[in-house]
């Protein structure tokens, strides 16, 4: 079997027979040997029935969800390639050959472009069209360097074999979102064909929730980018930090009218400290994602070990706590009284930062080492 069509269903019998008239005109008129299958998600109208009838073959998902229908109908497919598509009857299930031809071409992942094939009145919201689809498809390309444009269309064509590859677990609207990122993350050939976007034939409201699933979108969209959530903010927190710190730990700085001392010098430790924190964050959570997440993903081999970061981290220790026994000293020389607080905490507060990241250092070092271990 070379194609199979899956349309995900939840009270779809309206529009139902429509697209499964039109899927199986395609395979018909282009001599194809495929399916169609309707991933039934619970459907309590007149669907299944609808489905039968129409000669498509019906597959139970008893996992709610867009994802979680679909992963059911896609893992039940028998096609070398696949196509997914809505049974709203938004999009032509008879007009699939161009990604038919790509997928003939090579490609793993063909995505429709509805903003190059054209929406038509009605079809798709105002917000949805001016602000969260171009909003969420231009982080998508901006964080995971993605060639697609259309994140959230929902007609696109893939090879079985690519899909196994991705192991897609999201169970809602994102989705669409996983599928886009992980092709992209695995080096997997990706095109895009223009598709039309049809006012939908429903006569009811859509399952789609603008606020709820942009969110889960958005929300995955940044937990699968620890580079922009973790290390380039952490980068930049720590060397501002580090700057401004190194200057205070000298002398105070003017700045216009302003005069920073030790009190600021406090706080931009303390931001030093959260920069570090969230680097070795980034370090676990990438650990995590190859070793987890995504095992396919081509492994580079780590040129840090364990060894390496415990030296760095107990060095890190020492300078602390020798910087705070230099300080304790000057305390017993002045016989437990007083000091100067403007000059020893420009000592005491880099020591305790010191002190604090090379515990951090430790800690994470056997951390991602455990989950190595986890992993051989």
């Known amino acids: 079997m070379i194609l199979s069509i899956v349309m995900p269903?939840?009270?779809?019998a309206h529009t139902l027979a429509v697209c499964i008239q039109k899927a199986s005109s395609f395979l018909t008129k282009n001599n194809l040997e495929g399916e169609v299958i309707?991933?039934?998600?619970g459907s309590t109208d007149a669907s299944v029935e609808v489905a039968m009838k129409s000669g498509a073959r019906v597959v139970p998902v008893l996992a709610k969800g867009y994802g979680a229908a679909l992963v059911g109908g896609i893992k039940a497919a028998k096609g070398k390639y696949v196509v997914m598509g809505d049974a709203d009857d938004s999009y032509d299930f008879s007009n699939l050959l161009p990604f038919f031809e790509k997928l003939d071409e090579g490609y793993d992942l063909v995505m429709g472009n509805r903003f190059k094939g054209g929406i038509k009145d009605g079809a798709m919201p105002f917000l949805h069209r001016y602000l969260g689809n171009p909003v969420l498809s231009f982080i998508g390309r901006l964080f995971y360097k993605s060639p697609v444009n259309d994140f959230h269309c929902g007609l696109r064509a893939f090879t079985k074999e690519a899909y196994e590859k991705m192991e897609l677990k999201s169970t809602g609207m994102e989705f669409a979102s996983e599928m886009v990122v992980k092709a992209t993350m695995l080096g997997l050939n990706i095109s895009e064909v223009p598709t039309?976007?049809?006012?939908?034939?429903?006569?009811?409201?859509?399952?789609l929730n603008t606020w709820r699933d942009g969110w889960r979108h958005l929300r995955f969209l940044i937990m699968y980018a620890p580079n922009w959530l973790l290390l380039y903010p952490g980068i930049i927190l720590l060397l501002c930090s580090l700057i401004l710190g190194g200057l205070l730990t000298i002398h105070p700085i003017s700045v216009f009218n302003?005069?920073?001392?030790?009190h600021t010098l406090l706080y931009v430790m303390v931001a030093a400290l959260m920069g570090t924190q969230l680097l070795f964050l980034y370090t676990i959570v990438r650990r995590y994602a190859f070793q987890h997440i995504i095992p396919s993903l081509p492994k580079a081999s780590p040129t840090v070990t364990l060894e390496k970061s415990l030296i760095v981290g107990i060095t890190l220790l020492l300078v602390g706590l020798m910087?705070?026994?230099?300080?304790?000293?000057e305390w017993v020389r002045s016989d437990f009284g007083n000091l100067n607080p403007v000059e020893f905490m420009r000592y005491v507060i880099?020591?305790?930062f010191s002190i604090c990241v090379g515990f951090q250092t430790i800690v994470s070092s056997f951390v991602v080492a455990l989950i190595n271990d986890q992993k051989n």
């Open 196 to 207: 039309t976007l049809s006012k939908d034939g429903r006569n009811r409201p859509p399952h």
């Open 258 to 262: 302003l005069q920073l001392d030790i």
């Open 38 to 41: 309707i991933a039934d998600n």
């Open 350 to 352: 880099p020591s305790v």
């Open 9 to 12: 269903c939840l009270n779809e």
């Open 323 to 329: 910087t705070s026994f230099y300080t304790f000293s």
